[in-house]
């Protein structure tokens, strides 16, 4: 009980910093455009690096799983519960992906994800880039490369023998991080989804 409160505020700062849209911001700053006006209008990277560049899309790839990445090393600090680790890092992907900053229209999670394994597990994410990285090679679709990645992430947890816990976590993270691609999906399945290089309309 004693670490209650604490648990509760971790929680709190993880949803907090999750939901900073940096995603929006950089595009304003870098291109004066409303990112949500273009490509998928969503204000995760893979739209920033569709519609305003490398360099942003960076940008905002490094700030986005900095969200991930503090809170949950501010609970593995202060708490002694594995359990609210992972229960932090969930916090911070919603914020992400459901932002109160950002009327709840957020990023699709993937980005925020890597932050919060860098936390836990640097070998699971070294597992996950592969799958990422390797899907995106032959295919050429971000999203595609993230559904796979999210498959990956129990399974990995799995295979490298991590407590219950983990597991449940990358169950959840994973199911999540799909059902935030649902219209991706729809555009795969209908063959419209974007390809890396292919030109971005204004909606």
Known sequence: MEQLIPSLGLMLI???????????????????????????????VSNVLRTVGFIPAVIVLVLDAGKGLVPVLLAQKHLDSEVMWLVTGICAVLGHSLP????????????????????????????????????????????????????????????????????????????????????NIQRLMAGTEYRIGEKVHKH
């Open 100 to 183: 109160i900053f950002g009327k709840f229209k957020g990023g699709r999670g993937v980005a925020t994800a890597c932050g919060v394994l860098l936390a836990l597990s640097w070998k699971v994410l070294l597992v996950l880039c592969l799958v990422w990285f390797g899907t995106l090679l032959v295919s050429r679709f971000i999203s595609l490369a993230s559904i796979l990645a999210a498959i990956a992430l129990p399974i990995s947890f799995a295979v490298f023998a991590y407590p219950v816990s983990y597991i449940v976590l990358g169950i959840l993270l994973g199911a999540f991080v799909i059902w935030r691609h649902r219209p």
């Open 14 to 44: 993880g949803y907090l910093l999750g939901s900073l849209p940096f995603g929006l911001w950089v595009a304003k700053l870098w291109a004066g455009i409303n990112i949500r006006e273009y490509g998928s209008g969503n204000i995760g």
